[in-house]
């Protein structure tokens, strides 16, 4: 019997160079609407989410050369980064699959409603898989919207 989903997709990931220029592509030729944007200083890359018929689309750019993102796109050039799920109980589920042998690359405990993890693109075929719960970590998470409308 197959296992029941992990969890549904909130947004796939694409790295670029340039969120300005990114942008007219997914607007202007896609007809993908503009959402909202942030930064993480910390982590060096800034953001931006599109709607593009219901599936989420988020542009990453880097914040300089120490960013994970740079050396990403010098390694890979721009395209898909990672795909994000929306995982009901997601620490639990995480530790799951650690005991199943899948490798998990990276947690982080966001606050009591939000955790995330990675699972390695190593594990996953190539590609880097995004499991969550909550804000910040959910694109689609409401606390994204709280003062911007």
Known sequence: MANPPIGKLDHIGIAV??????RKFFEDILGASFMY????????????????????????????????LHK??????????????????????????????VRIVDETQWSPTSFEAFISPRAAHGVLIQLGSGYPTL?????????KE
Do not use: Y
Request: aromatic share 8%.
């Open 17 to 22: 160079k340039s969120l300005a220029e990114a």
């Open 72 to 101: 990403f796109l010098e390694k890979r050039g721009e395209g898909m980064h990672h795909l994000t799920f929306n995982v009901p109980d997601c620490k639990s589920k995480t530790a799951a699959l650690r005991e199943q042998g």
């Open 139 to 147: 694109a689609n998470d409401p606390a994204w919207l709280k003062g």
């Open 37 to 68: 944007e942030g930064a993480d200083e910390a982590a060096g890359f800034k953001l931006a989410e599109f709607d593009l018929g219901g599936l989420t689309i988020e542009l990453l750019e880097p914040l300089g050369p120490n960013s994970f």
